[in-house]
């Protein structure tokens, strides 16, 4: 397979520390012609915008995930802003959102800084990655507010829910969860999105695919998740990758 777009990945996580220069150099020998990284907390900022100057086919996005809502260092908003000032291949704000999952979640907190980086998108005019979990009534009405442009990755919500991001103009990502036996869910998400708005992604180092269930992801492991996604689609499985491809691109607006 080749033409392989990892829209939302964490290759400035610590999972990748002992190999990380390894796992680049190998993945567009694998087929990878296109990774986006996803930015978390401020140390995830600097270290995308880093290494998507030192990979061609590397691009970034800054943002803060709801889960750092009451541990960010204060600064992040300039922070963000000089990271997509000094270096055009950070396309997008994310990974930001709200997530009502963890222990100890502050709501408050977690949807002011989601409105404070949904601003700053439409100020800049960029597209957002959009991180929603147990949260997708609030998510949606922020969403219907604000209407950015971007995506809602590793997409966990209904059908119904699919359906109401794709009239937003958004698109939606899907991991390797929906090669897992209990993924019918999102299976039936995925039968809902139209093509011109799929996307792929690992969000790896975690999320592998099946059969790889369990191990450390990279980007090359998309090929599982889209051979499932294709049976689900009906069609070829090169066929869904270019697609989806090019759907990255014009999310991120990459030549
Ligand atoms: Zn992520």
Redesign the pocket.
């Known amino acids: 397979m080749t033409n392989i777009f990892d829209t939302?990945?964490?290759y400035a996580d610590h999972a990748f520390d002992e190999d990380r220069a390894a796992v680049l150099a190998q993945l567009p020998e694998k087929g990878v012609k296109y990774v986006m990284l996803?930015a978390?907390d401020t140390r995830d900022i600097k270290e995308n915008s880093r290494l998507s100057q030192e990979y061609g086919y590397i691009w970034s996005s800054a943002g803060i995930?709801p889960e750092y809502a009451a541990s960010v260092e204060d600064g992040y908003m300039e922070l963000i802003r000089e990271t997509i000032k000094a270096n055009p291949k950070v396309k997008a704000i994310g990974?930001i959102g709200l997530d009502y999952h963890y222990e100890g979640y502050d709501k408050a907190k977690e949807i002011q800084l989601f409105t404070e980086q949904l601003e700053l998108a439409k100020e800049l005019d960029m597209p957002v990655?959009v991180?929603s979990r147990d949260a997708s009534a609030d998510t949606l009405e922020l969403l219907k507010k604000y209407r950015p442009k971007g995506v809602v990755?590793?997409f966990s919500g209904s059908a119904e829910t699919a359906a109401d991001v794709i009239k937003l103009g958004m698109y939606i990502g899907f991991t390797g969860v929906i090669t897992f036996k209990n993924a019918k869910k999102a299976v039936r998400a995925l039968e809902a999105v139209p093509m011109d708005r799929l996307v792929l992604e690992t969000?790896c180092p975690?999320m592998a695919p099946v059969p790889f269930r369990g191990t450390r992801c990279d980007s090359s492991l998309i090929a599982c998740t889209a051979e499932k996604a294709a049976e689900i689609k009906g069609i070829p499985v090169q066929e869904l990758i270019d697609i989806t491809c090019e759907n990255g691109k014009r999310l991120y607006g990459i030549e």
Request: glycine share 0%; with cysteine.
């Open positions: 939302h990945s964490h996803a978390s995930h990974e990655i991180h990755h590793c969000d975690y």
